[in-house]
Structure formats: C-alpha cells, structure tokens
C-alpha cells in the first residue's frame, strides 16, 4: 500500500513534467511499454527489486531494454529512480501513471472477452453497453478471446462485470431445468 502512495507522486512528477515539456501522449505510451514490459518479465522484476544487485547494473539493464524505445526524458527519469535506489518501484510508477493519465482524458479502461475474432456489430454494441456502464467519454477496450466462453461476450468495467457469454446462459438453463 505504501508502495503504490510512493509510485503515486512519482507518477504525478513525471506527468507534470511531461505536461511541462508537451509530451504527455508519449509520456503515456512510454509509461504502457515499460507497464507491459514489467508483466512480461519476471526476470525483470527480481532483478530491480534485489538489494544485491548494484544500482550501476540496474541502469544498465533499464538503458539495455528501454534505450531508443521511449522517449528521452522517460528514459533519464526512470535512471533517476534507479539512482535513488527506488528501482523497485518503476512498474508501479508505470501502473500509476497509466491510471492517471487515463483519469485525466476521461478514458475508461473495458476488458472485452470473446470467443473468437470480434466483429463490427458485436464491437458496436459492447461499446453501447459501455457507455450505458459507465460515465467516461472515451472507451478503450482490452480485447482478450476466450473460447470456453463458447460464443456472445463479457464487459468488464471496473467492478462491474456484464455477461452476455453462451456458457453463462447454458449454465442458467441447465439450472432452472434441474429445479423444475
């Protein structure tokens, strides 16, 4: 918890700055690389949160993955964490920083979960259904293909979850079948 109220301010800093500087849209897709990075790599995430491991190696791995792929000034501000030995926090920085950023445009993140390719019509009316969801003006859509969901969707807004999955109908007309 007290983690993530540190990784909080870090990422107001870098917005801030980013703002400052007008690179707040490349602030946010640096901020998602280096998120997506994170969930990718286990590895990663030892590494930079091992006490044992020097702080001038930490810089070299962050400048290895992420030189020429993000923004300079995202790049010298996560060397300025690492320096302050407060690597660890990075992925949570990155985590912040999305959620703030996506705050402050008035974006709503959905999970959409199908069980195959997503069409136009089914794309339509699961942004229908997000909007009647939620109260952001803009839709960003997570598009995740589960086939055990069998066919029809599910939205996920926060905590709100809205099943139109075939499986979940079958599962409530099997139920209602053994109570008659």
Do not use: C, W
């Amino acid at each position: 918890m007290r983690n993530l109220r540190v990784a909080n301010r870090y990422a107001k800093a870098l917005l801030g700055l980013a703002e400052e500087n007008n690179f707040s849209e490349q602030a946010f897709a640096d901020m998602k690389l280096v998120h997506n990075t994170f969930e990718e790599s286990k590895e990663l995430k030892t590494v930079l949160k091992s006490p044992i491991v020097r702080i001038s190696k930490k810089l070299n791995i962050i400048n290895a993955i992420f030189k020429g792929k993000i923004h300079d000034v995202s790049l010298r501000y996560l060397n300025i964490i690492a320096r302050k030995k407060r690597a660890s926090l990075i992925e949570g920085i990155a985590y912040e920083f999305e959620k703030i950023y996506k705050q402050r445009l008035d974006i709503e993140t959905v999970t959409l979960i199908t069980a195959g390719t997503i069409d136009e019509t089914l794309n339509k009316k699961a942004l229908e259904i997000s909007h009647q969801l939620t109260s952001r003006s803009r839709i960003e859509f997570n598009k995740i293909i589960d086939p055990e969901i069998i066919g029809g969707f599910i939205l996920r807004i926060g905590d709100v979850q809205y099943d139109a999955s075939v499986k979940t109908k079958l599962a409530k007309l099997k139920k209602h079948l053994i109570e008659l």
